[in-house]
């Protein structure tokens, strides 16, 4: 499994010869302007809620690749009624996919759409692959609800928000790393703009400090599991 990282909560999965895209906001973010969204594959678009730096760049790149856009019910049906491939779901819910298996978890933020419309509740996704198991926290605040992830499935990767004031910060980042039962995190949802703001150095050692191993990627880069 690798992971690529697109700025923001935008990133790039890739499992065998699966490419998935998660939350793609890309062309607005000053910090990804070297990525050509033009030049990104997708055979699966996974979409944790309907805020605009989560979907914006999602019909473009679904126009190009023919993309399945996998979201809750709601925004499966707005793509749906604009002529998308999608795969609707809710929370609690799981589909065997050609790479693995995804599971609609909670999450606790809002979802509404550009203009104001519903776009369902907001969720995160675990998704297990043949050999390795992660988790999509999307943007949430902390909850009880991670402690039932590690009941059912042994991560080895926990993808959390970090840049706090709309999400998670640091601390309860730590605190959801215990709940999910994984010390190796990849953080993201900072430094995209001023309210998001994080200190690097501050960060990686709360987190060491807790011998938990966090990453925080350059836009671009790319881990493997």
Known sequence: MKITFYGHASLGIQIEDVHILVDPFISANEKASHIDINSLKADYILITHAHQDHILDVESIAKQTKAVIVSNFEIATHYQNKGFEVHPMNHGGSWGFEFGTVKYVNAIHTSSFPDGSYGGQPGGFVIEGEHKNIYIAGDTALTMDMKLIP????????????????????????????FVACDKILGYHYDTFGYIEIDHEEAKRKFFDKNKDLMLLEIGERIEL
Do not use: E, R, V, Y
């Open 151 to 178: 009941l059912q499935t042994k991560l080895d990767l926990a993808i959390l928000p970090i840049g706090d004031n709309f999400t998670m910060g640091i601390d309860d980042a730590i605190l959801a790393s215990d």
